[in-house]
């Protein structure tokens, strides 16, 4: 059999001029492509700011901070009693057996100071042999006459002002331990902060 040229091809089952069952397949339009989503962007954020820098360089006796505000220990903590010279400040806590004194210059705490009510030799070598567990022998810069040479006779100078027992730890470049007895100060256990006390030092020997 043959196919006229130009006649349509039929499907199998179609009848010369029927249109096309609708169970036969036909050809389906593409499907539109979707729109790329837009991002919405996200709103713009300062940058992170850097934590302020604490200004204790050591605590002391759990109460004080060396390098700290002076002026905010004075609100936060009313002392005992105040001395102020200038730029100086000195807050006075009673603290039963012990004395503290918070030395302030130009607003800032340099140093901390207890003095012990009890000044024995046996006081001494107690805090002594714990400053030394902690932080090791130190070093020691006491000077006392010849005479005495054992424990009894350096406490004798002391007391007569003519020894002084001072043992000195420097745990870090910013801070130092001072383990002292004289006549003038008693016992005393002072934490220092070596910058603002050679400030003050310097202040001092300019006359300010």
Same mark, same amino acid.
């Given at each position: 059999m043959f196919v006229a040229a130009g006649a349509p091809i039929l499907a199998v089952g179609q009848v010369p001029g029927q249109?096309?069952?609708?169970?036969?397949? #036909?050809?389906?339009?593409?499907?539109?492509?979707?729109?790329?989503?837009?991002?919405?962007?996200?709103?713009?954020?300062?940058?992170?700011?850097?934590?302020?820098?604490d200004p204790c360089i050591k605590q002391v006796f759990g109460l004080y901070c060396l390098g700290a505000d002076a002026n905010s220990l004075l609100r936060q903590h009313p002392p005992t009693n105040q001395e102020r010279d200038g730029? #100086? =400040?000195a807050l006075i806590y009673d603290q039963g057996q012990e004395q503290d004194y918070v030395m302030a210059f130009r607003g800032t705490i340099y140093k901390v100071v207890r003095q012990f009510r009890v000044e024995t030799? =046996?006081?001494f070598q107690d805090l002594y042999n714990q400053l030394r567990?902690?932080? !090791?022998?130190?070093?020691?810069?006491?000077l006392f006459p010849g005479y005495a040479d054992n424990p009894a006779s350096?406490?004798?100078? &002391?007391? #007569?002002?003519? !020894?002084?027992? &001072?043992?000195?730890?420097?745990p870090a470049d910013t801070w130092r331990i001072e383990l002292t007895?004289? #006549?003038?100060? !008693? =016992?005393? =256990?002072?934490?220092v902060d070596n910058a603002r006390d050679a400030e003050q030092r310097a202040s001092v020997q300019r006359g300010l």
């Open positions: 249109a096309p069952s609708p169970t036969q397949p #036909r050809a389906q339009a593409p499907a539109p492509v979707p729109a790329p989503a837009t991002v919405a962007s996200a709103p713009a954020q300062a940058p992170a700011q850097a934590p302020a820098k730029d #100086r =400040l030799q =046996l006081k567990e902690k932080y !090791g022998p130190g070093e020691d810069r006491s350096r406490q004798g100078s &002391i007391r #007569r002002g003519d !020894g002084k027992a &001072i043992h000195v730890w420097n007895w004289t #006549r003038e100060f !008693g =016992l005393t =256990l002072a934490y």
